[in-house]
């Protein structure tokens, strides 16, 4: 089993930055694949953001340029940096780990965090 922990969500203007973090604990050689996922109010869940244990990375048109996913191996971790932030990435952001390829699309995550939330004003 694998357990994810989010942390880093908060509220900025618009412009600003975040850099979310989640940890992996449980069996973590069981995953290949990490990433982010993001649900706003009445919206549908949309990926976000992933990234290969071998260090492939991917990611959602709307975010590619602003957002930059990265992983500490060693310590089990999996971060997404966001910059240029906007209104329209107010959302609880997903970790999710998966245990099979492919990283992308995200079509077949099995390990869900409880998500953090993220608030972005103009």
């Known amino acids: 089993q694998v357990q994810l922990l989010e942390s880093g969500g908060g509220s900025v203007e618009a412009g600003g930055s975040l850099r979310l973090s989640c940890v992996i604990s449980?069996?973590?050689?069981?995953?290949?694949?990490m990433g982010w996922f993001r649900q706003a109010p009445g919206k549908e869940r949309e990926a976000v953001a992933a990234?290969?244990?071998?260090?492939?990375?991917f990611y959602a048109r709307s975010v590619k340029g602003r957002f930059t996913i990265s992983q500490d191996r060693a310590n089990s971790m999996v971060y997404l940096q966001m910059n240029g932030l906007n209104p329209e990435d107010t959302a609880i952001y997903y970790c999710t780990a998966a245990r099979s390829l492919p990283c992308w699309p995200m079509s077949d995550y099995n390990y869900w965090g409880q998500g953090t939330q993220v608030t972005v004003s103009s």
């Open positions: 990234i290969h244990t071998g260090g492939s990375s």
């Open positions: 449980g069996n973590t050689n069981s995953r290949v694949c």
